[in-house]
């Protein structure tokens, strides 16, 4: 049974940084795209930024130029550089596999940005 413990949260001030972790058990990871989801206070979860086993990457628009994700196939951990953190950046952020998100989530790690 795969599992995603994410880890790396907490909180910042505007502008801040921080660095997500992800480690995934089992043999999926490396042959998989890895991405970064996000849900906000009373939204739903959304697709933060993908990366395939080759490395190619994508972003959504609204964290473009400020996150990056890279992974470390040969640890099973896929991270999430965050920069010039933004208070509506403020969410609980897990980790899963893309396109089709495994059913068993991670339990996430919560990010909080104060204006």
């Known amino acids: 049974q795969v599992q995603l413990v994410e880890s790396g949260g907490g909180l910042v001030q505007t502008g801040g940084s921080l660095r997500l972790s992800c480690a995934a058990s089992?043999?999926?990871?490396?042959?998989?795209?890895m991405a970064w989801y996000r849900r906000p206070p009373g939204n739903q979860r959304l697709l933060v930024a993908r990366?395939?086993?080759?490395?190619?990457?994508i972003y959504a628009d609204s964290v473009k130029g400020r996150f990056t994700i890279s992974r470390d196939n040969a640890k099973n951990t896929v991270y999430l550089q965050m920069n010039s953190l933004k208070p509506e950046d403020t969410a609980v952020y897990y980790c899963?596999?893309?396109?089709?998100?495994?059913?068993?989530w991670g339990q996430g790690t919560q990010v909080t940005v104060s204006s």
């Open positions: 899963n596999t893309y396109p089709l998100p495994r059913p068993s």
């Open positions: 089992g043999s999926i990871f490396s042959s998989n795209t």
């Open positions: 990366i395939t086993s080759g490395g190619s990457t």
